[in-house]
């Protein structure tokens, strides 16, 4: 009877880690939405029939991500009607107006945007909607666009630490962490800021004979003819397009909605969906975007993917990957110190490299809840700042690369991988250290 349960629960494992691996090279993959749907479906019932998870492990893994996946959906529709009204292109043609012939400040002015956007409108906009149009003003001044993306990328991981909304992987977090919209941000506000410093110095390092003078005049004549291509290769036009009010006012009011909301239990969810709404019935009235459009815009295949994931994950933790985690974690006595701290962001590095950080989020974060709320957002470090180490440590990454293709823009698999490694440690140990001295 034991050995039946042996092999009963060996089958069970196997096939869990065989439908992790099916919806990770999915991920990767990024097939059409039909297959990305049908891959989560699939993946998630042979999970189910492993035995694994009961009924109500099954309903509050689906309740616990449900609210999550209302608010993907629904800031991705807010994101690409902020793009068709023009918004992130206003910004960067203000950026380009403003660089005074110096790719630092053209530099500076993308990495202030894509913080901002990553903080507000989550790391996805940064990667797919803003990095197009800052490598665009970059190209139109005649520099070379590989420091503004390389920014771009940094920003959407490493600056989304600030709101439980900037990133998945912290409104996955809140349910075990004691804090309010408000009180999260006032944790991480001081961490943020020593990131953004040493993100800003290690661009300024990597990238400085891009941006050193001598290349800087080199580049005026070619600016001077790339200014009336610039809109033809991700249209950022030297003057400033205006600014849609309607937009910015609606996105400043969902804030404060998550704000006000959040004391009193209301997911911000369900105020991105109030927000999405309204900005959809704006944008149609205008021309820029039609409903069918919109239900497009929600992603609903990736909705499915991240619920079939989390039932996938769920399964695994219940075996020995979730014991094997939870014996690299520091065991609960007090109030972690700074070498607790570095442990738990190391080991949910690790995996988030190992399984996207989406992945290790499911994995990791119930883990560390037991050690306390700084452990959790310790945590948070490595899956958002340590997910840039590697292609495979975020979603965001691959939607990154894709988005630039075989532009000059991309580098190399090698090149990525030697800027990441020579960043992301050192920002991970300053953040930790942040943390703990807060």
């Known amino acids: 009877m034991q050995i039946q349960e042996a092999l009963a629960g060996s089958l069970a494992d196997v096939v869990a880690v065989v439908a992790l691996l099916a919806l990770l090279v999915t991920a990767y993959a990024h097939p059409r939405p039909l297959v990305e ?8 019932l042979a999970a189910l029939a492993t035995g694994r998870l009961g009924l109500d492990a099954v309903g509050s893994t689906l309740g ?7 608010f993907l959906a629904a800031v991705l529709v807010v994101a690409e009607v902020c793009s068709r009204a023009g918004l ?8 380009r107006r403003t660089d005074r012939g110096d790719p ?16 507000v409108l989550s790391l996805d906009a940064t990667v797919v909607l803003v990095t197009p149009v800052v490598v665009a003003a970059a190209r139109g001044a005649g520099w070379s666009s590989r420091p503004v993306a390389w920014a771009c990328l940094r920003m959407a991981n490493s600056a989304s630490l600030l709101l439980p909304v900037s990133n998945l992987t912290n409104l996955l977090a809140m349910r075990d962490l004691d804090l309010t919209f408000a009180g999260f941000a006032l944790a991480m506000a001081p961490v943020l800021v020593v990131v953004l410093v040493v993100e800003w110095v290690a661009l300024r390092v990597l990238f400085r004979r891009e941006l050193s003078p001598a290349t800087a005049s080199g580049a005026g ?3 001077a003819v790339g200014e009336a291509g610039a809109g033809e290769d991700g249209g950022v036009a030297a003057v400033a397009p205006p600014w849609e009010r309607v937009p910015l006012v609606v996105v400043a009011l969902m804030l404060a909605g998550f704000a006000v909301g959040s004391p009193l239990g209301v997911e911000p969810g369900w105020v991105a969906a109030v927000a999405a709404v309204v900005l959809v019935g704006w944008a149609a009235r205008r021309g820029l975007l039609t409903w069918p459009e919109a239900g497009r815009a929600t992603h609903p295949s990736f909705a499915l993917f991240v619920l079939g994931l989390g039932v996938v994950v769920a399964t695994l933790t219940t075996g020995p990957l979730g014991d094997a985690v ?8 007090g109030a972690p110190s700074w070498t607790d701290l570095l442990v738990v962001a190391l080991v949910a590095t690790a995996l988030a490299n190992l399984v996207t950080n989406l992945s290790a989020t499911l994995l990791v974060v119930p883990l560390v809840a037991p050690l306390g709320t700084d452990a959790v957002l310790a945590a948070l470090l490595g899956l958002n700042i340590g997910s840039g180490l590697t292609y495979t440590g975020s979603l965001a990454n691959l939607l990154w690369r894709r988005g ?32 703990a001295l807060t």
């Open 404 to 435: 630039l293709g075989h532009s000059t823009a991309a580098p190399s698999m090698r090149t990525f991988h030697a800027w990441s490694l020579t960043t992301t440690p050192v920002v991970l140990l300053a953040a930790v250290t942040a943390l």
């Open 37 to 44: 749907a049908a891959v989560a479906v699939v993946a998630g």
């Open 64 to 70: 616990h991500l449900a609210p999550v996946v209302v």
């Open 326 to 333: 939870g014996r690299l974690l520091p065991a609960p006595s």
């Open 88 to 95: 992130f292109a206003a910004a960067a043609a203000v950026v």
């Open 104 to 119: 630092r400040r053209l530099l500076l002015g993308a990495f202030v945007l894509a913080a901002a956007v990553t903080c």
């Open 221 to 223: 004549a070619v600016g």
